[in-house]
């Protein structure tokens, strides 16, 4: 593994498990194994290498979810399988962490990667809908693109439930409930 693929990724890890203000960049060196001189050969500072480790992130997230989407047998399936794909509820949302971060709200740069990847997973899952929808398997009287929205609010708001309980349990019943609202959609 290179150097700069070694800072992405301990930057990607502490700022999921720290989040940003809060990681240093001594943490960043100690985690990736790099001395400052090569830290700063590849990253201007702490707010260029966040920008690049959550454009390595979101699009990272996109092609996973695009791949376990594009995998489902049917466009419902596809919904579900978003809904249920494991995560580390306690550890939250890579992404949906950052978002509670002044520093990253603030910055256009940082922040943009987070707002594409929740646009991405609202546009795949509103065209999931829809095509479950002329496929016959859900009802007309509703709207895809906010139902889409809620399904992706859902587990945002799952991460926030089960870290506030500490509980993983907290997190599947969130989930399931989720799958039960889909399949009340139905024809």
């Given at each position: 593994?290179?150097?700069?693929?070694?800072?992405?990724?301990?930057?990607?890890?502490?700022?999921?498990?720290?989040?940003?203000?809060?990681?240093?960049?001594?943490?960043?060196?100690?985690r990736?194994?790099?001395?400052?001189?090569?830290?700063?050969?590849?990253?201007?500072g702490?707010?260029?290498?966040?920008?690049?480790?959550?454009?390595?992130?979101?699009?990272?997230?996109?092609?996973?979810?695009?791949?376990?989407?594009?995998?489902?047998?049917?466009?419902?399936?596809?919904?579900?399988?978003?809904?249920?794909?494991?995560?580390?509820?306690?550890?939250?949302?890579?992404?949906?962490?950052?978002?509670?971060?002044?520093?990253?709200?603030?910055?256009?740069?940082?922040r943009?990667?987070?707002?594409?990847?929740?646009?991405?997973?609202?546009?795949?899952?509103?065209?999931?809908?829809?095509?479950?929808?002329?496929?016959?398997?859900?009802?007309?009287?509703?709207?895809?693109?906010?139902?889409?929205?809620?399904?992706?609010?859902?587990?945002?708001?799952?991460?926030?439930?089960?870290?506030?309980?500490?509980?993983?349990?907290?997190?599947?019943?969130?989930?399931?409930?989720?799958?039960?609202?889909?399949?009340?959609?139905?024809?």
């Open positions: 593994m290179d150097t700069r693929t070694r800072i992405l990724d301990a930057a990607a890890d502490l700022f999921w498990e720290r989040g940003y203000s809060a990681t240093s960049p001594q943490a960043l060196q100690e990736s194994g790099v001395g400052q001189g090569s830290m700063y050969h590849h990253f201007s702490k707010r260029d290498l966040a920008v690049a480790s959550l454009r390595r992130e979101s699009e990272r997230l996109r092609r996973s979810t695009a791949d376990l989407l594009d995998g489902a047998a049917t466009p419902l399936d596809a919904v579900i399988a978003y809904l249920s794909t494991p995560r580390a509820p306690l550890k939250g949302c890579r992404l949906g962490r950052m978002t509670q971060e002044p520093e990253v709200l603030a910055n256009d740069e940082m943009s990667p987070i707002a594409e990847t929740f646009v991405f997973y609202q546009g795949r899952l509103a065209a999931l809908l829809e095509a479950a929808r002329r496929d016959g398997q859900l009802r007309a009287e509703f709207s895809p693109i906010d139902v889409a929205a809620t399904l992706v609010a859902i587990v945002q708001g799952a991460h926030v439930l089960a870290r506030s309980e500490q509980s993983a349990d907290a997190f599947q019943r969130v989930v399931a409930g989720a799958v039960q609202l889909v399949h009340a959609l139905r024809a």
